[in-house]
């Protein structure tokens, strides 16, 4: 449960940065095409800038524009704090514990929660960087459709494109990094903290079946 939460989480962040970089990236590209076409056609808008390239270029520069966002995602998330200290992005318990969780901080037992979330998303931050390529190969494999909808979609057209077309494969590809990055954060040994304690709390074992499994 939690590792799929950690997939889940993943996806949603890196998509949600490579959306907003994708269209400010475009933008660029159109402005610069804008400059070399209006001498010739007075176009001055971006729209009809992007009808007057041929479907080649406008691919080409849209899936340019995704790799950067990309780039950016992976610069933004996978450094320290990258996840935890975004609250846009960062990854909290599932719905499922959230039980245990008050249980824990009304028995005063928040360190133990908080250390836990925290090495959740330090497994999601040194996660990411390995992941990039991964990513980088889902935009090649995008039709021309499929980069334009980003672009002229809403805020959330990356994650809803990923989450659609290729979440499933995307959670097989990203779990060994996540695996690993679980075990170097310990997120199975805070795991442990934390059932002990429900355990230490919970005499009559009403909590054991809100706490799931890593």
């Known amino acids: ?5 950690l997939f889940a989480g993943i996806i949603f ?8 970089s994708c269209f400010a990236g475009w933008q ?3 402005k610069q095409a804008d400059d070399l076409l209006k001498g010739s056609t007075g176009t001055t808008d971006a729209v009809s800038v992007g009808s007057s390239l041929s479907n080649d270029k406008v691919s080409q520069g849209l899936k340019e ?11 933004m998330l996978g450094k320290d704090g990258g996840f935890l200290n975004d609250q846009a992005v960062k990854i909290m318990l599932p719905d499922e ?15 133990v929660m908080d250390d836990f979330v925290t090495s959740m998303n330090r497994a999601a931050e040194q996660a990411v960087p390995q992941v ?3 990513f980088v190969d889902e935009i090649s494999k995008m039709s021309l459709r499929d980069a334009q909808g980003i672009l002229a979609g809403s805020d959330t ?8 077309n290729t ?8 779990k060994p990094h996540v695996n690993t990055a679980m075990e170097q954060t310990q997120v199975t040994n805070y795991y442990k903290s934390l059932t002990s304690m429900v355990k230490q709390y919970d005499s009559f074992g009403l909590m054991k079946s809100y706490l799931g499994d890593t």
């Open 167 to 174: 979440s499933a494969e995307l959670t097989q590809l990203i």
């Open 97 to 111: 514990m959230k039980t245990v969780d008050k249980l824990l901080r009304a028995a005063g037992q928040d360190k």
């Open 1 to 5: 449960m939690l590792k799929e939460n």
């Open 13 to 20: 962040a890196t998509s949600i940065i490579i959306s907003t």
């Open 65 to 75: 524009a995704l790799d950067v966002g990309v780039a950016n995602a992976i610069t």
């Open 132 to 134: 990039s390529d991964i």
């Open 28 to 30: 660029d590209a159109l």
């Open 157 to 164: 057209a990356a994650t809803d494109y990923f989450r659609k």
